[in-house]
């Protein structure tokens, strides 16, 4: 039995050794490099003593970058991939949360680290990778890592201010791999085009098939989703054949009319997740690749990464939305009520995951892990975690799960998660602020954020820019005299969302 | 109508300079959500589409490639 993602690398290193298994425009990895590569970076780890421990991976988005990744699991310890583009401010917080004791860089980065307050060790992925191979180490640190044994940790927004790193162990994403491969039908004439960034778990997706079936990962430039007619290009000039993207990259290409101009020669599978996809962009998608499979895919990051797909295989219309659909293999899901029993009919619940593919907990945060991951209220047997996703959900007529809304004050903005509660909370802090709260406008897709304080406008998103990242700055700032509010004392955000809406028509 | 265009840009960054700036896209300065804005709001405001064949980093490096190029389309 398989209990360490490695296998994947090492089965297929000695079959296709100089296949390419990432690249980007311009720089290409083979299998042969990843593997010496992360052995390499493994031994120098591995050396250091540390076993069991979180190590950084602070690089830009590059092939390198997912060798680091391997070699991080070669040393027995589990890789903390951080966003390059984060404010410092940010990555100070997580890094208290993580006391991480070795952090990879790259020319870029190190520079970013010599402006924190930090102790540890830094080294450079190009001086790692000249490190000689120490099989006898590298064996011994496979020997002893176990199959529930973190392989790495992710961190998502978090209503407290302070982001949550999600802790993932290798039995997970085997089972998560073989299970979605499945269902996308990788092999090894697959060509991936990834989108996600590195430091999300949605790049799983295309990084362990790879590994495990011998298949190519091209990362796509940023750039490239602010230019859908080079976006498509790139598609056609690599060859590329499945693709996992947010929906509003999807909707990006399609909204463009982009098709008019150019259209992608080689995709065979389309999958979509993170948000809805709306029917009139798939149906555009559609159109132009009429052979092509579309998979809608849901999933929180707390269950590793996806948990459930439907295949589209009827026709909408605009007012429909597509299902979330059927858990994957060995996956499970609860529709709980407020009163912990099961939806039935057409009654709404929230989506409960059960199965091998629901993560650790988060990282350093016993009090959050237990508000998520609970004991099954159905099973008073023997002990079984549940993760509590937050999203309320029923099944349609065919027993396929349909979204319907958040519990909270969680939101979907270009494929980011984020808690409005984050957002709110830096606000708060900025000097001069008495009040701040933020909707989400679905049908522009803004975030909006509404404030009393004595302070201008521009001033909240400069100072926000140095805490938050990009994506969840609010599009749009508004000042007002005094905050609505509910009879019950708290900020009516219905009011705001609906004077937003009426003075967003005029 | 050129001051039009620095409100829709304004709207987006309020600290950037876009009557100087002529790296929004080489800066980074500018993201896909972005991009989408500012196309919805141009045709909304100028009546003018722009088609996936112009959204080219040159036309969005500078608040002058861009008005240059609505005043194009708007000959068109």
């Avoid at chain 1, 102790?119 to 001086?127: K, Y």
């Avoid at chain 1, 059960?354 to 988060?362: F, Q, S």
């Amino acid at each position: 039995m398989q209990t360490n993602v490695l296998d994947y690398l090492e089965h297929t290193v000695k079959r296709v050794p100089d296949k390419v298994a990432y690249a980007n425009e311009s720089d290409e990895l083979t299998f042969r490099q990843v593997h010496d590569y992360a052995r390499a970076i493994g031994t120098a780890v591995a050396h250091q003593g540390l076993m069991r421990e979180p190590v950084v991976v602070y690089m830009q988005k590059h092939p390198k970058a997912i060798a680091a990744f391997f070699g991080v699991v070669y040393s027995g310890n589990f890789y903390v991939p951080i966003d390059e583009e984060m404010p410092k401010y940010r990555v100070e917080l997580i890094f208290e949360t993580l006391q991480p004791k070795y952090i990879i860089v790259d020319e870029v980065t190190i520079k970013h680290i010599e402006t924190l307050d930090y102790q540890g060790e830094v080294r450079l992925f190009d001086d790692l990778i000249d490190t000689k191979i120490d099989e006898n180490i590298l064996a011994e640190r496979y020997d002893s890592q176990l199959d529930i044994d973190p392989l790495y940790i992710v961190f998502t927004s978090g209503s407290t201010g302070i982001p949550k790193g999600v802790v993932a162990c290798h039995r997970s994403v085997i089972d998560y791999i073989e299970n979605l491969s499945q269902v996308l039908q990788v092999s090894e004439d697959t060509i991936f085009g990834n989108q996600a960034p590195l430091y999300f778990d949605a790049c799983l997706k295309e990084l362990y098939p790879t590994i495990k079936y011998g298949a190519t990962a091209y990362l796509i430039p940023k750039q490239h989703f602010m230019f859908p007619i080079k976006l498509i290009e790139f598609l056609n000039e690599k060859k590329i054949n499945t693709i996992c993207w947010v929906a509003s990259a999807l909707s990006l290409v399609s909204g463009f009319r982009t098709f008019d101009t150019v259209i992608p020669q080689y995709l065979k599978t389309v999958a979509f997740g993170s948000e809805v996809f709306p029917i009139k962009q798939y149906k555009e998608w559609k159109r132009v690749l009429p052979d092509a499979r579309f998979i809608n895919l849901y999933g929180p990051t707390e269950a590793t990464g996806m948990s459930c797909y439907y295949e589209v295989n009827k026709e909408f219309t605009l007012d429909e939305v597509i299902p979330i659909g059927k858990p994957f293999h060995n996956t499970g899901i609860l529709l709980l009520k407020e009163d912990n029993t099961e939806a039935k009919g057409d009654e709404i619940g929230e989506i409960c995951i059960r199965g091998t593919a629901v993560t650790l907990g988060y990282y350093h945060n016993p009090e959050k892990t237990a508000e998520a991951f609970v004991q099954n209220p159905l099973n008073t047997a023997y002990p079984e975690t549940i993760y509590r996703t937050g999203d309320l959900a029923k099944y349609d007529d065919e027993g396929n799960l349909i979204f319907v809304s958040r519990k909270d004050h969680q939101i979907k903005h270009m494929g980011h998660r984020i808690e409005l509660g984050e957002i709110e909370l830096n606000i708060n802090m900025i000097e001069g602020v008495t009040h701040a709260c933020c909707i989400y406008d679905q049908a522009s897709e803004k975030i909006v954020n509404y404030y009393v304080g004595d302070v201008a406008p521009r001033n909240i998103k400069k100072a926000l820019k140095e805490k938050l990242p990009r994506y969840m700055i609010p599009n749009v700032v508004r000042q007002l005299e005094e905050m609505p509010m509910t009879p019950n004392g708290k900020i009516d955000r219905k009011a705001l969302a609906a004077s937003y809406k009426e003075n967003r028509r005029k | 109508m050129m001051e039009e265009l620095l409100d829709i840009l304004e709207e987006l960054h309020d600290d950037v300079d876009f009557e100087t700036c002529t790296t929004l896209i080489d800066d980074k300065i500018l993201d896909s959500f972005d991009i989408v804005t500012i196309v919805a709001e141009v045709n909304n405001e100028f009546d003018v589409i722009i088609p996936a064949a112009e959204l080219t980093p040159e036309n969005f490096n500078s608040a002058k490639a861009l008005y240059a190029l609505i005043e194009r389309l708007e000959d068109e």
